[in-house]
T-cell receptor, first 109, second 113 residues
């Protein structure tokens, strides 16, 4: 089993749609959780951290469920500019950082 | 954004060459990271340095040799690489002890002939 697993993509959605991504992790001792986005041939950029209480940033909402060991990302009112690969990231003790393989999102006009 | 700068952006080298990748961060972070990103594979953590001390080495072959002279600079020395080492090499930095977000450079796209 992979340490961090994400929904297989790609997701193809129209502008204005709501889309949700899930990510599961295997290490119950994992400490910090993040969503990054990566555009084609670019570096990953932090989208948002994920907290146990859930957090929202504009159209983006992240949730963490420690009991079930998964995190989610909800994007409302999708824009063309949201097209990217979304990476789930989990950290364990120390500096160990595990990236998921990513989920491709295509938002079409 | 120039918080984390990597050079060169592109590198083509033969299997017998020796080259170095450079990373510099201007964010005042204490930790620096090297990652490898191959086509259709997740980012793989290679090395981590915290205040110049290596804290992670994820079973990386010895043909990759990192160097961290201070908290702002990180190098990856390359020697006798294999074709399967062709990939995007990304540098990142962060505050704290590994639980803070990381900021990435643009990466060096490496091709081994």
């Amino acid at each position: 089993r992979k340490e961090v697993e994400q929904d297989p993509g790609p997701f193809n959605v129209p502008e204005g749609a709501t889309v949700a991504f899930n990510c599961t992790y295997s290490n119950s001792a994992s400490q910090s959780f993040f969503w990054y986005r990566q555009d084609c041939r670019k570096e990953p950029k932090l989208l948002m951290s994920v907290y146990s209480s859930g957090n929202e940033d504009g159209r983006f909402t992240a949730q963490l469920n420690r009991a079930s060991q998964y995190i989610s990302l909800l994007i409302r009112d999708s824009k063309l500019s949201d097209s990217a690969t979304y990476l789930c990231v989990v950290t364990g003790g120390g500096f160990k950082t595990i990236f998921g393989a990513g989920t491709r999102l295509f938002v079409k006009a | 954004e120039t918080g984390v700068t990597q050079t060169p952006r592109h590198l083509v080298m033969g299997m017998t060459n020796k080259k170095s990748l450079k990373c510099e961060q201007h964010l005042g972070h204490n930790a620096m990271y090297w990652y490898k990103q191959s086509a259709k594979k997740p980012l793989e953590l290679m090395f981590v340095y915290n205040f110049k001390e290596q804290t992670e080495n994820n079973s990386v072959p010895s043909r990759f040799s990192p160097e961290c002279p201070n908290s702002s600079h990180l190098f990856l020395h390359l020697h006798t690489l294999q074709p399967e080492d062709s990939a995007l090499y990304l540098c990142a930095s962060s505050f704290g002890q590994g639980n803070q977000p990381q900021h990435f450079g643009d990466g060096t796209r490496l091709s081994i002939l």
